[in-house]
């Protein structure tokens, strides 16, 4: 499928994983595909997506936010960055074969992450440590046994480890990457519950 998509198209933009290259997995593979399938190729290197965190929208509001690794701490990135950069490498020269390192501006613990969306909400929220095994039964039970496992082995890295924060969202914008305030407050409707009488 990738092979038939470079064949047809003039560039391709592939939204990848932060150490798809030294990992592979899913989007190693996808984008050694690409490599050789595409005539002009340009990969977005992603270390976490902000709106992971609407996992938490329905915890927030009450306060209190109870998961594994408040101290994990991750380079988030707005949505609004990554759909910007897809746009510039697409439409502007340049950009062909680079992988760019798309993240926010800053290093954010789950910690941290919970206190600002209560500030933008309007509500005192904070995070409450929950144990390892409880953890993991609930997340299997969302996501699989197998990607679960890899959920908390990369949230146990990036307590010792925090992800990196990178400068190309703003080399190639032109402007400061989004921060995570700044994406909480453009999402606080979705942490915001309905009070509208029934």
């Known amino acids: 499928m990738v092979e038939a998509l470079g064949a047809e198209v003039g560039r391709v933009v592939y939204l990848s994983a932060a150490g798809a290259e030294e990992t592979g997995g899913v989007w190693g593979g996808v984008e050694r595909a690409v490599r050789r399938s595409a005539r002009a190729w340009t990969f977005l290197r992603v270390t976490g997506l902000a709106t992971n965190a609407l996992a938490w929208s329905d915890k927030v509001h009450r306060g209190v936010v109870r998961a594994p690794f408040g101290a994990a701490s991750r380079s988030l990135v707005h949505e609004r960055d990554v759909a910007a950069m897809a ?29 600002v969306l209560g500030e933008e909400v309007g509500i005192p929220a904070r995070w409450e440590e929950q144990p390892l095994d409880e953890a993991l039964v609930e997340l299997s039970l969302e996501v699989g046994v197998e990607f679960a496992h890899q959920i908390i082995e990369h949230w146990t890295v990036n307590v010792d480890i925090p992800e990196e924060v990178s400068e190309d969202v703003a080399r190639v914008l032109g402007r400061p990457a989004l921060s995570f305030r700044e994406w909480a407050r453009d999402h606080v409707a979705d942490f915001t519950p309905d009070r509208a009488e029934p």
């Open 87 to 115: 746009v510039r490498a697409l439409v502007d020269d340049g950009h062909a074969g680079r992988a760019y390192l798309v993240t926010g501006p800053e290093v954010v613990s789950q910690t941290d992450q919970v206190r």
